[in-house]
């Protein structure tokens, strides 16, 4: 379980009942999907890490004056992933939907950047929010339309998404580059992320937030399958997390695996917890 959440897993009593999942704030749902990395795989780790690493955190977040523990952060375990990925997003964007029709922001622990599609889909949001070394805007990525390199190509095509807003790239193909020039795309660069400001741009807008951890400098998170120097400082990533995350209906952090010391994942667990306690402090 992510230290300081309950213990959502479907469970029985004795007499056969389901047990009762309504009431939680926020949901940790954990997608391990590993299918389409294309350098150094391991994101089927990537829950479980993230959770692990997380434990040594303090339940007191000083700056909102709140507990973790009282803020209503349920753990409902992981959607065991297959090699289908197709199948195996649609059974998730379901989980996931169920979190969003109990009124509550789902927090999906990646596994590969494809499962972003799930979450905007169970979301539906005008604006998608990213933060990522890559473009991720490929039509097709060795001829897979659901590899992780296309996620971004694929939000825009959930009916919802109007906009795209990609944080602390450096990266891309010319074909992508291309297609980032459209009006639906806004890509600002890592020099400029510590200057960008939500204003007013997200004010009624339905906003889902995503988290590539290798949005962060390899420095910062080896632990990803596809590291990109020159990204993002935590601190970087920790001020937009922040800021977008009263806006926000949904939210993941993924591409996290098992290839560093803990970093990637130490950085995504407490990214989580940043995404919660200022959603939380919001309302």
């Known amino acids: ?67 973790f523990s009282d803020l209503g952060v349920e753990d409902r375990g992981d959607v065991r992933a297959w090699d289908d990925a197709e199948a195996y997003l649609d059974y998730l964007t379901g989980t996931l939907r169920d979190v969003v029709w109990d009124d509550a922001v789902p927090l999906t622990l990646g596994g590969e950047h494809t499962v972003s599609l799930a979450g905007a889909r169970a979301v539906e949001p005008e604006t998608v929010v990213c933060l990522d070394a890559h473009l991720d805007l490929y039509e097709a990525y060795d001829g897979n339309e659901l590899s992780h390199a296309a996620v971004m190509r694929r939000l825009l095509e959930v009916e919802s998404v109007e906009e795209v807003v990609l944080l602390g790239v450096r990266t891309g193909s010319e074909a992508e580059w291309r297609r980032a020039a459209a009006d639906d795309v806004t890509v600002v660069p890592p020099e400029a992320a510590a200057d960008w400001s939500v204003g007013d741009r997200l004010e009624n807008r339905d906003v889902y937030l995503s988290v590539d951890i290798d949005a962060a400098d390899p420095a910062y998170a080896p632990g990803t399958g596809t590291t990109e120097p020159f990204g993002l400082e935590s601190r970087e990533m920790r001020d937009i997390v922040r800021e977008v995350a009263p806006h926000a209906s949904g939210f993941d952090v993924v591409e996290v695996n098992d290839r560093d010391d803990g970093q990637a994942a130490s950085l995504a667990g407490k990214l989580v917890r940043e995404f919660v306690f200022s959603h939380a402090d919001d309302r």
């Open 1 to 67: 379980m992510f230290p300081g959440a309950t213990d959502g897993r479907e469970e029985s009593d004795t007499r056969g009942r389901t047990a009762d999942r309504g009431g939680a704030n926020f949901v940790v749902v954990g997608a391990p999907l590993d299918v389409s990395t294309t350098f150094q795989p391991g994101t089927r780790f990537g829950p479980r890490r993230i959770r692990t690493f997380a434990e040594p955190f303090d339940d007191y977040d000083h700056r909102t004056d709140q507990h």
